[in-house]
């Protein structure tokens, strides 16, 4: 059964999974590190994406939906591959590179979902105002990766 919110929740799930790939990138990130500003940091990110994803999922259910609660099969793989390569690099700057690699793909998708013009108004202002979070956290990591290189 078809109802008028379909394509809203479905843009919205997609959003969903990646923020919350984006979470628990940000905790293996956190764990993989041994920078405890790195660490405090991508906690704080992880958190917030967690709320982010959460306040997505109350748009879903608002529209009638049932919301994505988990992130996808792709995005563990990829992490389970980044935590082989930091094992055998303990490379802070290969943290830091696959997390703002990870930040280039959220800000891409939100910045689709925006353009997307079959979407109401309402969920685009919805996912306007979580993209205000995605992209100052990608602005940042891409501030710190830039430092890093600078220094190297």
Do not use: C, W
Not at 25 to 51: C, M, P
Not at 72 to 85: E, G, M
Not at 103 to 109: F, L, M, P, S, T
């Amino acid at each position: 059964m078809s109802t008028p919110n379909d394509h809203d929740i479905k843009v919205l799930n997609g959003l969903i999974e990646t923020t919350l790939d984006s979470a628990d990138g940000y905790r293996e990130a956190a764990k993989e590190t041994e920078n405890a500003g790195f660490r405090a940091l991508f906690e704080q990110r992880s958190f917030e994406r967690q709320k982010v994803a959460a306040d997505l999922q109350g748009t879903v259910r608002q529209l009638g939906g049932e919301p994505e609660d988990d992130g996808t099969i792709l995005a563990k793989a990829h992490r389970a591959f980044l935590d082989v390569k930091h094992a055998i690099l303990k490379d802070e700057q290969a943290v830091v590179n696959s997390v703002e690699n990870g930040e280039d793909h959220i800000k891409a998708r939100y910045e689709k979902a925006i353009e997307d013009t079959d979407l109401s108004a309402t969920t685009r202002d919805t996912i306007n105002r979580a993209y205000g979070s995605v992209r100052e956290g990608h602005d940042q990591m891409r501030d710190i990766k830039h430092a890093m290189q600078a220094r190297n």
